[in-house]
């Protein structure tokens, strides 16, 4: 089996578990494990604006952890953003670079939410994006993974808003 396939469908469990983690400090956890797969899957396949993006979604990933207990490190957070249309403009692929810009935005945005709604509605957008990429790269463990990651998102989003509900009526 190839490296890229192995990588690619480490990818696609991470990306389907992490989603269902409840607590923030887990999921954002999850995601920089799932980022590092694809990363190095995408690397393999020559999509190297994916390669690139998934590694800052690492990065930011792990930018974003200590924001719920230290809020004033969000300056660092957001400097961060500023790095996507750089790497849009080095590594640029044409369309594709385009979706996987718009995911890093979204993942970003999302990132920063210490509401958990809130962070699970931008990642639903973030998936999204990453499904227009991975058609045009031709990335079937991306598209399996997007498509796995998009039913945990929408079920853990769903779960967020009855639990809400719930403690709304008590």
């Known amino acids: ?82 790095l996507t249309p750089v790497v849009c403009w080095f590594t640029w692929q044409g369309s594709a670079s385009i979706f996987s810009s718009l995911a890093l935005i979204f993942f970003c945005i999302g990132n920063l939410q210490i509401n958990l709604k809130r962070l699970r509605i931008f990642l639903l957008l973030c998936i999204f994006a990453w499904i227009g990429h991975n058609i045009l790269v031709s990335s079937y463990a991306g598209l399996i993974s997007n498509s796995l990651a998009l039913m945990t998102s929408m079920y853990s989003l769903i779960r967020e808003l009855k639990l809400k509900r719930v403690f709304e009526y008590d």
């Open 1 to 82: 089996m190839e490296l890229a396939t192995v990588l690619g469908a480490l990818g696609i469990l991470s990306n389907t578990l992490w989603p269902l983690l409840k607590r923030r400090q887990f999921l954002l956890i999850g995601q920089v494990i799932a980022a590092l797969f694809m990363c190095i899957h995408f690397s393999l396949l020559n999509a190297y604006t994916g390669s690139v993006v998934m590694l800052l979604a690492a990065l930011q990933a792990s930018l974003a952890i200590p924001l719920e207990s230290h809020p004033k490190f969000k300056s660092v957070y957001l400097a961060s953003i500023l």
